[in-house]
T-cell receptor, first 113, second 112 residues
Framework: NAGVTQTPKFQVLKTGQSMTLQCAQDMNHEYMSWYRQDPGMGLRLIHYSVGAGITDQGEVPNGYNVSRSTTEDFPLRLLSAAPSQTSVYFC????????????FGEGSRLTVL | GENVEQHPSTLSVQEGDSAVIKCTYSDSASNYFPWYKQELGKRPQLIIDIRSNVGEKKDQRIAVTLNKTAKHFSLHITETQPEDSAVYFCAAATGGGNKLTFGTGTQLKVEL
């Protein structure tokens, strides 16, 4: 079991560019989510999904899109990157719908210039 | 939405002492309260959790207490060791458990 796999681990973008952070899990978890981590602000929920075809917004969804076409994959798209989106992004999954242990990926460090 | 406040932001203890981290939450409907440990450069990992129908839970040197009336919960680490040094996050689950709101973290340093 690889667990939760995120790619890329590091990325530098210019303002206005678009990109997709990939997340895949091999634990057959229904629940998947994306968080961003900024110094002094903890982890903030961007979007989450309770199953294929179902997504919903978290605390800080603006500027991000998600889709869930399969149980395994939950990509996060930045349509037009802004410096305020410089952060470390974590994908996480859980067997139970949020009420249960979250298994995190290793994180993706994104810098927007 | 839910608001989780966590204190202190930094905590320094001597090896062998106890450490206590406190969190408060705002949404009385929250029913699940996990604690995550994040070592430098690593991913967060669950260390203990408690559900709203339980007042206290213990796992070896770690314990969590929950006061639903006051809407606060605490992490207690006894006999601290250098490997306990990390950032600890509390969280509360709302939205039927689908939305986990994290506190801002506590940097714990255990000194020899």
């Amino acid at each position: 079991n690889a667990g939760v796999t995120q790619t890329p681990k590091f990325q530098v973008l210019k303002t206005g560019q678009s990109m997709t952070l990939q997340c895949a899990q091999d634990m057959n978890h229904e629940y998947m989510s994306w968080y961003r981590q900024d110094p002094g602000m903890g982890l903030r929920l961007i979007h989450y999904s309770v199953g294929a075809g179902i997504t919903d917004q978290g605390e800080v969804p603006n500027g991000y899109n998600v889709s869930r076409s399969t149980t395994e994959d939950f990509p996060l798209r930045l349509l037009s990157a802004a410096p305020s989106q410089t952060s470390v992004y974590f994908c996480a999954s859980s067997f139970l719908q949020g009420i249960g242990e979250l298994f995190f990926g290793e994180g993706s460090r994104l810098t927007v210039l | 939405g839910e608001n989780v406040e966590q204190h202190p932001s930094t905590l320094s203890v001597q090896e062998g002492d106890s450490a206590v981290i406190k969190c408060t939450y705002s949404d009385s409907a929250s029913n699940y309260f996990p604690w995550y440990k994040q070592e430098l450069g690593k991913r967060p990992q669950l260390i203990i959790d408690i559900r709203s129908n339980v007042g206290e839970k213990k796992d070896q040197r770690i314990a969590v207490t929950l006061n639903k009336t006051a809407k606060h919960f605490s992490l207690h680490i006894t006999e601290t060791q250098p490997e306990d040094s990390a950032v600890y996050f509390c969280a509360a689950a709302t939205g039927g458990g689908n939305k986990l709101t994290f506190g801002t973290g506590t940097q714990l340093k255990v000194e020899l």
